[in-house]
């Protein structure tokens, strides 16, 4: 069934008769969501405002499972055995257009690539070019970080098979294989960036910027047009606690709460832990809080165009097929 503006315009009629009752006699609505892989300050939107009872405020009964790849997300969410996932931008849209994969993006959480590519200072990765001839480990191969990896490189003039890429944890520990010469590069998300460079002093981190929507929450467009109140229920509460992330100054109460419910690396360190997930939250609003969780039109335009140029997907199709932020704006209206 295709998602269309006047199925979502139904689901705003039953959205708004549902908020009309108390909180309590909201029926719960069953929603699983899926990480890319384990639990990480990078996922912090979910993972707080099911700590936080955000949820449970939009009478919803959250299920949150942690992947193992962002390929295996957005499988699991196309196979039904998640109402939506975490993915990456680059991964989605050549899954979609190559693959017809049916889903769509309902948001983007991650406006630029939360990815770094982190080498030692010795000898440091100052161009994406630089890493022909190198052992680059990342933690999914096939994945949204080979995806940018292979984006940006073609982009670049550079050959994506050049480069060695081997699977390793995405982990601030991954980093000791650069240091005992069996990787040349890693591929580490803002987390793991964050934390290797504060435990150690010979990191060299380069960002990623790649001009593509960072990271996405997919659905299928079939689920969301059966049930519409429920992602819109879903986004409001993950918008109200991204929005309290971004605009908060001491994170502390924050990372205590997600960390009373859920096991996520990088708590013990609580000063790093504020970094990290300051550093996380940044992206989340880089193109201003207003655009926070939104599918930007002009990133997704662009998008398309870059593929298209770089032969990553086999034909160029309008960039409004590939997302909508008509969920996101009946959330915000309620």
């Known amino acids: ?33 899926i990480t890319p892989f384990t639990f990480s300050l990078a996922f912090a939107p979910v993972l707080y405002a099911d700590a936080a009872g955000y949820y449970s405020d939009e009478g919803l009964e959250m299920n949150l499972q942690a992947g193992k790849g962002a390929a295996l997300a957005a499988q699991m969410t196309i196979a039904g055995q998640m109402d939506s996932g975490r993915t990456g931008g680059t991964n989605y849209i050549v899954s979609r257009v190559n693959n017809d994969a049916p889903l769509i993006s309902i948001a983007t ?8 590519v982190l080498s030692s200072t010795e000898n440091p990765v100052n161009t994406i070019a630089d890493l022909e001839g190198r052992t680059v480990g990342m933690a999914t191969l096939g994945g949204s970080m080979e995806g940018t990896l292979d984006l940006m490189m073609t982009n670049a003039g550079a050959s994506p098979e050049k480069v060695n890429k081997v699977k390793v944890a995405d982990s601030a520990a991954s980093f000791a294989l650069i240091e005992a010469g069996r990787a040349g590069a ?20 380069m960002p990623i910027d790649d001009g593509m929507p960072g990271q996405v929450y997919v659905a299928r467009p079939d689920q969301v047009a059966e049930n519409p109140e429920k992602f819109v229920a879903f986004l409001r509460a993950t918008h109200r606690a991204a929005k309290e992330i971004v605009g908060t100054e001491d994170l502390t109460p ?7 419910k859920h ?8 000063e790093t832990a504020q970094k990290d997930l300051r550093a996380n939250a940044q992206n989340w609003a880089s193109k201003g809080e207003e655009n926070l969780l939104r599918n930007i039109p002009e990133m997704w335009d662009r998008a398309v165009g870059l593929l298209a140029g770089a032969k990553l997907i086999d034909k160029t199709v309008p960039a409004t097929e590939l997302y909508t932020n008509d969920l996101l704006d009946q959330a915000l209206k309620a």
């Not at 959480?109 to 770094?116: E, K, L, V």
């Not at 996520?264 to 609580?270: I, P």
């Open 1 to 33: 069934m295709e998602l269309t503006r006047r199925s979502l315009m139904l689901g705003a009629m039953g959205s708004a008769a549902l908020l009309s009752l108390p909180v309590g006699a909201r029926a719960q609505n069953a929603f699983s969501f």
């Open 109 to 116: 959480i991650a406006q630029m690539s939360p990815f770094f």
């Open 186 to 205: 890693f591929l580490g998300n803002t987390s793991s960036m964050v934390i290797a460079s504060s435990a150690r002093d010979d990191v060299a981190a």
């Open 254 to 260: 924050i990372l205590t709460t997600i960390g009373g």
């Open 263 to 270: 096991d996520v690396s990088g708590l013990k360190n609580m």
